[in-house]
Every structure is written in structure tokens, then in C-alpha cells.
């Protein structure tokens, strides 16, 4: 058995395997299935009929609901989506006892799989009221330590804010901290925040203030320290690829500790060959800006920059709408500069010590790449600080071990290699990183 035993990027929910989701709505009258089934036909152009499969819990049922949950294909962000809705209709964030009851049985799992510590991330709908929001993260903390109780410190849960990627975030994040000052529990269970969800139309420069003021807090109170988790470059439908390494770049410059999955950070830029993809002025005159700013190191690490001609398109472009779609073809000459980038990039993250969760079947799934091309490979050979993790392992059927075996199956079967991927995770862990212990 490989030793990997701590998994650093969880989403809470999206760990519920199947039976026991099947189980629970089961147990359940009335669950309106309106949302989820008409968000599904949308996406899969089929309208499953929810309240005649639950009709009879039989085996042939339960499997049926396994295709509607499970991503077992490449999807689309928003397929993506409407599966993890099943989630959503099912269970109750209202219901406390129901909420412990999953942190207890998602500890359980991974404990019987042969995990001692878990990071779970855990993002609140944007309807949340303030009371509910803090009795839910008592409520959570509070499982997650009284699980590690009754396992003698035998398995490890820690939580993760993900905070909105709106103005919201600001909210949250003060929310956390009024209920981290207010419940033991939260404040000792609560070990980093996170970004996640939809990544298009967020750029990390937004982030920017909020990761200041985390970091600030960081210092004044280090018992209570708070690692940032980012979710960056994992989708990037609406800029090229040159405009994801950079978002990847700036996150882990304003200060981000680990990022999630970064696949623009690592995929063979040639795959795109001859592709077309639009962006808008505003992204290409960020880029621009970046790469005027980081004019020497980008030239060290072998990328051409013209600096008068670039001088002449920002000028050019600042007449226009921000907004307005600038269209383009990737052609051979650019996609081999966005490799030297993706070098520089990863230089830095070496260099400063910030850490890549990569996880292979998410990344396979929902960033519908082939095993080749997964940006592990080149995270490996750059000597990354990596860390194998398995995201939604009940959605993907999977666990981390079955994810470790990909790696060595499809990356490395290095044993040294696989070992330090290993103790990676636990270097990594966020009360760590984030300075508190
Ligand atoms: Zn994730």
C-alpha cells in the first residue's frame, strides 16, 4: 500500500459516496426534486424522474441513481454542476443533526480507507443568514472534534471556509472570525480559508485587499492563523492560455499558501494548437501591464518581450471597452512562449514555497484532459512542492489511494518520488503553512 494518508483537498459534501446519499433521501418525504431535475435536463438533455426511482429501493434503482450522481466521463463545469445539485436537493442545511451526521460518517469513510488527517472545505450558499452560518460551523467543528476524540487522535478533520468569490467573501470571512472568538471549536477546527466554485470572472487581483487584511490577522494573532486555499487555473473558458498561468502567478503572488489543481500552470500548451479563444480588452491589458512588470524575469526564462510593442497595444487598447472580445488562433511560435511561462511560473512557486494540490481524477473529469497531458507531469519535473489529493471523492467514486495509484500507474512508479508526494501532505498541512503551529 502506498503511503498516502493525509488528504489535503476535500470539498465535505462532495465526499458522500453514493449509497449513502441513496439512503438518506430515502429517509426522507417531500424533497422537491423541481431544481435538480430541470438543471439536469439542461444539462444532459434527459429529465430524470426522481420520485419514481425512489420509489422502490431496489438495486436496479440504486444504480440507476449511481449514473446520475457519479462523474465517471469528462463534463463541463456545468454537468459538473448539476450532479453535485443531487447533493443539494437531498440534504438539509437547516438540519443540524443532519449536518453532524455527515462529518461524522465522512470521517468514518476515510478513516476505514486509511486516512489520519482530512482537510474539508465547505462553501455556504449565498442566501445564508449570519445565525445559521455560525451554528453551522459550531456545528461542523464541533463533529469534526468529537470524531477525533472517539478515534484517540487516530484521524485528523480539519475545515475550510470557502468564502464566495463576490463581495460576500468580506462577509464570510468576518462571520468566521466572530464565530472562531466565539466557539473553542471553530477556533481550533478552522484552519484555512478557501476560493472555489466558478473561477471565470474572478481574477485574483480581486482578491487581492481580503488576502492582505487574512494575512494581517494572521500576524496579529498567530494561534488563530488562517492558511489561503485558492482554486486557480483550473477552468479558464474565458481568457486564453497565457492569461491563466498568469491568474495562477498573481494568487500565489498576493499571497494564496496552496493553490487547487492549476492545470493551466502545467497542461502542454501544444494541445491547444490552431484553437481559437477569445478574451477581453481588460484581461490583455492586465497581461500586458504583467508582462511589462515582470519584464526580466519573464526574458531570463526565455520569453520574448517587446516592450515598444507592447507600449504601443496598450495604448491602442485603452480607447476601447474593456469589455470588448479580442479574438485570436494560438499558433505554434505563442504556445511555445506560454510553455517558457508556465517555467517562469513554476520557478516562483518552487522558489516561494507554494504549494500545488493536484487531483487526477477531478482533473481528468472536469478539466477533460487525457492522462498525458495532466499538469502533474510537468509539476514533477519542475521538483513542484505537490500534494496528491482526490476533491470530490464520493462524486468521482474514487479515493486517495486509487489516486496515488494513477500517479504511479500514469506519472511516476519512482518510489522516492511517491514517498515525498506523500510527505508532501503532510509538510503542507494548513496550521503549517498558515504559521500557527
Ligand atoms: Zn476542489
Same mark, same amino acid.
Given at each position: 500500500m502506498l503511503p498516502f494518508d493525509h488528504d489535503l483537498h476535500l470539498h465535505l459534501y462532495g465526499c458522500l459516496p453514493a449509497r449513502m446519499l441513496w439512503e438518506t433521501a430515502h429517509t426522507k418525504q417531500n424533497i422537491d426534486w423541481d431544481f435538480f431535475e430541470t438543471e439536469f435536463e439542461q444539462q444532459f438533455a434527459i429529465r430524470p424522474d426522481m420520485n419514481r426511482l425512489l420509489q422502490e429501493p431496489s438495486e436496479e434503482n440504486f444504480i440507476r441513481f449511481c449514473e446520475l450522481y457519479t462523474v465517471s466521463e469528462p463534463v463541463t463545469f456545468a454537468?459538473?454542476?448539476?450532479?453535485?445539485?443531487?447533493?443539494?436537493?437531498?440534504?438539509?442545511?437547516?438540519?443540524?443533526?443532519?449536518?453532524?451526521?455527515?462529518?461524522?460518517?465522512?470521517?468514518?469513510?476515510?478513516?476505514?480507507?486509511?486516512?489520519?488527517?482530512?482537510?474539508?472545505?465547505?462553501?455556504?450558499?449565498?442566501?445564508?443568514?449570519?445565525?445559521?452560518?455560525?451554528?453551522?460551523?459550531?456545528?461542523?467543528?464541533?463533529?469534526?472534534?468529537?470524531?477525533?476524540?472517539?478515534?484517540?487522535?487516530?484521524?485528523?478533520?480539519?475545515?475550510?471556509?470557502?468564502?464566495?468569490?463576490?463581495?460576500?467573501?468580506?462577509?464570510?470571512?468576518?462571520?468566521?472570525?466572530?464565530?472562531?472568538?466565539?466557539?473553542?471549536?471553530?477556533?481550533?477546527?478552522?484552519?484555512?480559508?478557501? /476560493?472555489?466554485? +466558478?473561477?471565470?470572472?474572478?481574477?485574483?487581483?480581486? @482578491? $487581492? *485587499? !481580503? /488576502?492582505?487584511? +487574512?494575512?494581517?490577522?494572521?500576524?496579529?494573532?498567530? @494561534? $488563530? *492563523? !488562517?492558511?489561503?486555499?485558492?482554486?486557480?487555473?483550473?477552468?479558464?473558458?474565458?481568457?486564453?492560455?497565457?492569461?491563466?498561468?498568469?491568474?495562477?502567478?498573481?494568487?500565489?503572488?498576493?499571497?494564496?499558501?496552496?493553490?487547487?489543481h492549476a492545470i493551466a500552470l502545467g497542461i502542454p500548451p501544444k494541445r491547444y494548437l490552431g484553437e481559437t479563444y477569445s478574451e477581453s480588452v481588460e484581461e490583455r491589458l492586465d497581461q500586458i501591464e504583467y508582462d511589462l512588470s515582470n519584464r526580466e524575469g519573464l526574458q531570463n526564462a526565455g520569453v520574448h518581450i517587446n516592450p515598444e510593442k507592447l507600449l504601443s497595444e496598450q495604448h491602442q487598447l485603452q480607447g476601447k471597452n474593456k469589455t470588448e472580445r479580442i479574438q485570436k488562433t494560438y499558433d505554434l511560435f505563442q504556445l511555445e512562449q506560454i510553455q517558457l511561462r508556465q517555467n517562469y511560473v513554476m520557478n516562483y512557486l518552487r522558489d516561494h514555497n507554494v504549494c500545488v494540490e493536484s487531483c487526477p481524477t477531478s482533473n481528468l473529469r472536469i478539466g477533460r484532459i487525457e492522462n498525458v497531458e495532466h499538469p502533474l507531469h510537468r509539476f514533477l519535473q519542475a521538483n513542484l512542492p505537490v500534494v496528491i489529493a482526490s476533491d470530490d471523492p464520493g462524486l468521482f467514486d474514487t479515493t486517495l489511494q486509487q489516486e496515488a495509484k494513477w500517479v504511479s500507474q500514469y506519472v511516476t512508479n519512482s518510489e522516492e518520488t511517491l514517498h515525498s508526494l506523500a510527505q508532501n501532505a503532510k509538510k503542507f498541512r494548513s496550521e503549517i503553512i498558515s504559521g500557527r503551529l
Open positions: 454537468q459538473f454542476q448539476a450532479k453535485f445539485n443531487l447533493i443539494i436537493a437531498i440534504m438539509e442545511l437547516r438540519d443540524l443533526a443532519e449536518v453532524a451526521d455527515v462529518v461524522q460518517k465522512v470521517c468514518q469513510t476515510h478513516l476505514q480507507q486509511g486516512i489520519q488527517y482530512a482537510e474539508y472545505r465547505m462553501l455556504f450558499p449565498p442566501w445564508i443568514e449570519e445565525s445559521l452560518m455560525l451554528q453551522l460551523l459550531h456545528t461542523i467543528c464541533e463533529a469534526l472534534s468529537s470524531f477525533e476524540q472517539t478515534t484517540h487522535q487516530e484521524f485528523e478533520g480539519r475545515l475550510s471556509l470557502s468564502l464566495p468569490r463576490t463581495q460576500q467573501g468580506e462577509v464570510h470571512y468576518e462571520w468566521l472570525r466572530y464565530a472562531m472568538e466565539r466557539f473553542p471549536a471553530v477556533a481550533q477546527m478552522t484552519t484555512s480559508v478557501d /476560493f472555489c466554485f +466558478i473561477e471565470e470572472g474572478f481574477p485574483p487581483k480581486d @482578491q $487581492q *485587499a !481580503l /488576502f492582505q487584511r +487574512i494575512l494581517k490577522d494572521n500576524e496579529k494573532n498567530p @494561534q $488563530q *492563523a !488562517l492558511a489561503i486555499l485558492y482554486h486557480v487555473g483550473e477552468s479558464f473558458e474565458d481568457k486564453g492560455l497565457e492569461s491563466a498561468v498568469r491568474w495562477v502567478h498573481q494568487a500565489a503572488i498576493i499571497g494564496a499558501h496552496r493553490l487547487g
